[in-house]
């Protein structure tokens, strides 16, 4: 791997570069050289190798690990509870602390003080390894140990990285170099870069990975056979070390595929029994098999709807199959025609998520959880939250967020997603009156569910740096922190990835974070206005097209005309969309006058000399976003410019090129829309701006 300066880039935020000198010196004591390694798991010597690792980093001194802690010695202590109470060590710490650790889970950690060094203590080696991060993480954050010390646990039971990955190494959407799975229809052995992901994921408590695209077809189908399983069974193997389950996204239709079968219809006993025998299979190779992804009748994808039976009746065939295992169907409610009339302006895309799966309400076995996207069409930069979250009383369900940046950037601009997503998991879906937000329904407590969970599509590949923009490894690290604390605060989020990462300098701390935090804000402004999205190019979805997907069927449209834009969502007048939601949301997008100026084109076609609430009218803002959007990203190079001497060069000069790349793209968008606009209405700026006539 590229390394310059000792600064190896594929360890990410887990470089834990040395602390400034007189922070070490409150943390300089002579018990914190040692580490006493209770656990003698595997998984347990590996979170004290980490812990090793990390204080040598941090501290810039040897640290020796011991088996055990001899009287009147003291250390950084790691291990299990069970472990802490055959020591004699546990009465420092009341028999309710140990109890209420134990009741938090097996993914629970504690840090307690130990005399006068720490103990980190694991409700399972799980918690065990989780806490040796968290540690690390606190250190480097500067966090004092008296305010380390308490116990955690996760919110959310699943906290997944989902992979459109596929055999011949390509990544669909994928922005950073080919998969780390598969390459040229062979899957890869595992490798140390492998073992280098899994230690990224664990250290921010992923505990679940569908390594392969959601879109299965061809030779991926043959997944779930003894074509490919032993070789998926050695990455399973390796991900297991770090407490993460493998996923595989499987094919509606394999039995008739791959399994010689004339049909794939759910209610059909042989095709029951072809999906039993195949999960007997699987967990022969892999006894810990997490379970399946499925996309189904979506697009082009077949499912359930060719045999005209309904997506409980999908779900349920394979969920009767990993129950005897435990494992999980995870089932996409992205389901949509886009095959749509776009002549028709009361056909909704929006809609359907809603339309489709509500219904089906109780009907989902315990096994399965349902997967939906934050919002109704399709992760762009600014969208409502999907009403589906939360309208299913009796549904486990989950939010599946998209790390990748499809519509916001390609990883070539800059856009951290962190504030976007603090937005979704705030929001109060009044499911079960006030503070019912997302982040407490998608856990599954906000509506008494045993499962549920945060997946995110991946960012990451082969790619030195992991995700082509190195700034885009924040956005991998910070759906890691939400996933397990969706309470975090961003600032919190983007802080600790920048000291574990980059360094400790106040200037560049302060400086690469308000870069970070004002990014979605600025690729916002300067491409699709007022949350109308999708006006990119066609198929690859960079660059602006305003008309690219107007008269097209994927149901994407923005019905520009030379009198106003927008899309009628409401209830009186349009689509119906907006019924969908619980109040006060319904009446507050409903009326023109309430619904939020960021939001209006999502929910309404209206004038261009509409007045926002803003005060601006609808055209002005266009321009005024526009033109204020592509300042704005030659400013985020001008800042990076400032603080790039504090990072390694290569690290910084890839920065830089990035940036460089989003002043052009911002300036197309720009030129653009404003053209488009401005030709469509004859209105000019009012600021007199040059605008291509
Ligand atoms: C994996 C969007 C993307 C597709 C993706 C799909 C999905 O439509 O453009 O590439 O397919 O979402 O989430 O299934």
């Not at 018990?31 to 010597?45: C, E, F, H, N, P």
Request: aromatic share 12%; net charge negative.
């Amino acid at each position: 791997m590229a390394e310059q300066s000792g600064h190896a880039f594929d360890q990410a935020w887990l470089t834990w570069p040395e602390l400034p000198k007189g922070t070490k010196g409150t943390y300089r004591q002579p018990w914190m050289t040692r580490v006493i390694a209770s656990s003698k798991t595997d998984m347990g010597q590996t979170a004290s190798r980490e812990l090793q690792r990390g204080l040598e980093r941090l501290f810039g001194v040897n640290i020796e690990i011991l088996d055990q802690m001899d009287q009147g010695e003291s250390g950084v202590w790691l291990g299990t509870l069970a472990n802490f109470r055959l020591e004699s060590i546990a009465r420092d710490i009341s028999v309710e602390q140990m109890a209420d650790l134990e009741g938090m889970g097996e993914e629970a950690y504690a840090i307690w003080p130990l005399g006068p060094g720490v103990a980190v203590v694991g409700a399972s080696d799980r918690g065990l390894l989780y806490g040796a991060f968290s540690l690390i993480r606190q250190m480097a954050t500067m966090t004092s140990l008296q305010d380390m010390v308490g116990q955690n646990a996760p919110a959310n039971p699943l906290r997944m990285l989902d992979h459109w990955d596929n055999l011949d190494g390509s990544v669909e959407r994928g922005y950073a170099g080919g998969s780390l799975f598969f390459s040229q229809g062979q899957v890869l052995p595992p490798s140390s870069r492998l073992t280098a992901y899994a230690r990224l994921l664990a250290s921010v408590g992923i505990n679940a990975v569908a390594i392969n695209n959601v879109n299965v077809h061809g030779e991926e189908s043959y997944f779930i056979t003894p074509k490919h399983l032993a070789d998926l069974a050695a990455l399973a193997e390796r991900f297991r070390g770090y407490a993460i389950r493998l996923f595989l996204s499987v094919n509606f239709a394999s039995p008739v595929e791959i399994g010689g079968l004339s049909t794939a219809d759910p209610l059909d006993e042989a095709v029951q029994q072809w999906w039993q025998d195949k999960a007997a299979l699987i967990y022969s190779y892999i006894p810990d098999f997490g379970g399946f992804v499925v996309k189904a009748d979506s697009e082009f994808r077949p499912g359930p709807f060719t045999y005209g039976r309904d997506h409980a009746d999908g779900a349920n065939l394979l969920a009767r199959a990993l129950a005897p295992y435990g494992g999980l169907v995870i089932w996409r409610c992205f389901v949509y025609d886009c095959q749509t009339d776009w002549r028709n302006r009361k056909l909704d895309r929006a809609r359907a998520a809603f339309d489709h799966f509500v219904k089906l309400d109780g009907r989902f076995a315990d096994h399965v959880i349902l997967q939906i996207k934050n919002g109704p069409i399709d992760f762009q930069v600014r969208e409502p939250v999907s009403p589906l979250l939360g309208a299913m009383a009796h549904t486990h369900q989950m939010l599946e967020l998209q790390i990748t940046q499809e519509y916001t950037g390609q990883q070539r601009d800059l856009c951290y997603l962190v504030p976007q997503w603090k937005e979704v998991l705030d929001f109060d879906t009044y499911a079960k009156g006030p503070s019912s937000t997302i982040a407490e329904v998608a856990s599954g407590k906000g509506l008494d569910r045993r499962l549920g969970g945060i997946a995110g599509v991946a960012n990451a590949g082969n790619d030195p740096y992991w995700t082509g923009h190195p700034l885009a490894q924040a956005n991998f690290y910070g759906f890691g922190r939400l996933a397990w604390d969706p309470k975090l605060a961003s600032t919190q989020i983007t802080a600790e990835w920048i000291h574990q990462t980059l360094g400790h300098a106040p200037l560049l701390v302060d400086a690469l974070s308000s870069m970070l935090h004002d990014s979605w804000r600025i690729y916002e402004s300067y491409t699709a206005p007022l949350g109308v999205g999708f006006m990119v190019n066609p198929g690859h979805h960079y660059g602006p097209n305003v008309d690219g997907y107007e008269y097209s069927k994927w149901g994407t449209y923005h019905f520009a005309d030379h009198h106003g834009i927008g899309v009628d969502r409401t209830e009186a007048t349009g689509t119906g969309y907006v019924g969908q939601y619980r109040e006060p949301h319904r009446s507050i997008y409903e009326d023109v006058q309430s619904c939020p100026d960021e939001l209006l084109l999502f929910f309404h076609h209206v004038a261009y000399g509409h007045r926002l609430g803003s005060g601006k009218t609808v055209i002005q803002h266009i321009y005024d976003s526009h033109f204020e959007g592509a300042e704005a990203a030659r400013g985020l190079l001008a800042r990076w410019q400032q603080i790039s001497r504090e990072v390694p060069a290569q690290w910084a000069e890839r920065v830089a090129e990035r940036l460089a790349w989003q002043v052009q793209n911002a300036e197309e968008w720009r030129d653009v829309v404003n053209t488009y606009f401005y030709r469509k209405t004859g209105i000019g700026d009012e600021r007199g701006r040059f605008i291509v006539p």
